[in-house]
C-alpha cells in the first residue's frame, strides 16, 4: 500500500482547455489549491523547464518546483526535492464527453518512501480531493457561457 502513489481523480463539467489554463497560470493557484501562501516568481505561465518557490501556509520555508512536463490541455509534471527523496506530482486531464476528468497523482522517491507515503496518505489524499473540489467549482464557473 505505502509504494502505491496517493492518487485522486474528479469530473469536472469544463472543457480541458479551461482546467489546463488554471494548472498552468501561477495566480491561479491561490484560488484554487488553497494550502499555496507564495509561490516565487508570482505571476506567469508555467511550462516544461520552469523553477520557481512554493510555500505552503503551513511550513515556513518554500519548497523548489521544477516543472518536468506540460502537454498543452492535458496537464502537467513536477517535481520537488525534498529532505533527500524527490517529491513527483502530476496533474493529468483528459477529455469527457462531459467535460474533463481530472487525475491528480503524488509519488515519493527515496530511503524512506514507503514510509513517508504511508504517513501523508490521509491527509495529501483529503488535500487532493479538495483542491480537485475548487478547482472544479472555478473550472466550471469559467466555462460558463457570459450570458447566463
Do not use: C, K, N
Not at 41 to 55: A, F, K, N, Q, T
Amino acid at each position: 500500500m505505502a509504494d502505491r502513489p496517493i492518487a485522486s481523480s474528479r469530473q469536472i463539467a469544463a472543457p480541458p482547455e479551461v482546467v489546463h489554463d488554471l494548472l498552468t497560470s501561477v495566480e491561479a493557484w491561490r484560488l484554487w489549491s488553497p494550502h499555496v501562501a507564495s509561490v516565487d516568481p508570482p505571476h506567469g505561465r508555467v511550462e516544461e523547464g520552469w523553477r520557481g518557490r512554493v510555500r505552503a501556509w503551513f511550513v515556513p520555508v518554500p519548497t523548489e518546483m521544477i516543472v518536468t512536463l506540460v502537454v498543452p490541455d492535458r496537464g502537467m509534471e513536477w517535481e520537488t526535492p525534498w529532505l533527500g527523496h524527490t517529491l513527483r506530482y502530476s496533474q493529468r486531464i483528459e477529455p469527457t464527453p462531459a467535460g474533463s476528468r481530472v487525475d491528480f497523482e503524488a509519488r515519493v522517491e527515496g530511503p524512506l518512501a514507503g514510509v513517508i507515503t504511508a504517513v501523508a496518505r490521509p491527509l495529501s489524499g483529503l488535500g487532493q480531493r479538495r483542491r480537485l473540489a475548487r478547482l472544479a467549482a472555478l473550472a466550471e464557473l469559467m466555462a460558463r457561457p457570459s450570458d447566463e
